[in-house]
Antibody, heavy 129, light 108 residues
Framework: QLQLQESGPGLVRPSETLSLTCTVSGDSITRTNYYWGWIRQPPGKGLEWIGSISYSGITYSGSTHYNPSLKSRGTVSVDTSKNQFSLRLSSVTAADTAVYYC????????????????WGQGTLVSVSS | SYILTQPPSVSVAPGKTARFTCGGDNIETKSVHWYQQKPGQAPVLVIHHDSDRPSGIPERFSGSNSGNTATLTISRVEAGDEADYYCQVWHAISDHRVFGGGTKLTVL
């Protein structure tokens, strides 16, 4: 069945770029009704949506949306050849220390965005020198 | 940006009913989703589109949405329900997803 698995460094230095990958297994990342997203959770705090990407049927370009609180530091992209999607977060600080989850929204064409009904297990990223 | 407000904690005795509120401006016009998160685990969807239950979620879990408040209700609370509960909506104007701050359920 469809599964998501995050991977990436557990430690990133301040001011550098955090890079994480989510590997999708059990289905194609090019399904047009799927929205792939990243959510994070700082230790002891709540969930924060980072950004999402969807496939237009032709390409993934121009189909991303981000939380404005990131101040344009985040980029979500897809590698269709590897069936993976990724997150890059630039100029990180200690405030970016969190468990990062990748997740899936399966759009049904109703005009209302569905919930995140599939999540990866999460990966802890610490920002420290 | 759209803001969802949840009380930080709710306490209830086993067998009683727990209610979690999620406040937002005219939230009744949005579709509200609820997640349960136990320590060290990823969130699990327990209610979607205000009041629909995913398969495998007990009937004890129900949801409603009216005015400026959406509510998740857990009937006949069990010790295993102890967790954090988050509401979430899609803010269509900006195409952004928004989470509430979460409510911690303590089963007394």
């Amino acid at each position: 069945q469809l599964q998501l698995q995050e991977s990436g460094p557990g430690l990133v230095r301040p001011s550098e770029t955090l890079s994480l990958t989510c590997t999708v297994s059990g289905d194609s990342i090019t399904r047009t009704n799927y929205y792939w997203g990243w959510i994070r959770q700082p230790p002891g705090k709540g969930l924060e949506w980072i950004g999402s990407i969807s496939y237009s049927g032709i390409t993934y370009s121009g189909s991303t949306h981000y939380n404005p609180s990131l101040k344009s530091r985040g980029t979500v992209s897809v590698d269709t050849s590897k069936n993976q999607f990724s997150l890059r977060l630039s100029s990180v600080t200690a405030a970016d220390t969190a468990v990062y989850y990748c997740a899936l929204e399966k759009y049904d064409g109703s005009g209302i965005l569905p919930p995140f009904d599939l999540w990866g297990q999460g990966t802890l990223v610490s920002v420290s020198s | 940006s759209y803001i969802l407000t949840q009380p930080p904690s709710v306490s209830v005795a086993p067998g009683k009913t727990a209610r979690f509120t999620c406040g937002g401006d005219n939230i009744e016009t949005k579709s509200v989703h609820w997640y349960q998160q136990k320590p060290g685990q990823a969130p699990v969807l327990v209610i979607h589109h205000d009041s629909d239950r995913p398969s495998g979620i007990p009937e004890r879990f129900s949801g409603s949405n009216s005015g400026n408040t959406a509510t998740l209700t857990i009937s006949r609370v069990e010790a295993g329900d102890e967790a954090d509960y988050y509401c979430q909506v899609w803010h269509a104007i900006s195409d952004h997803r928004v989470f509430g701050g979460g409510t911690k359920l303590t089963v007394l």
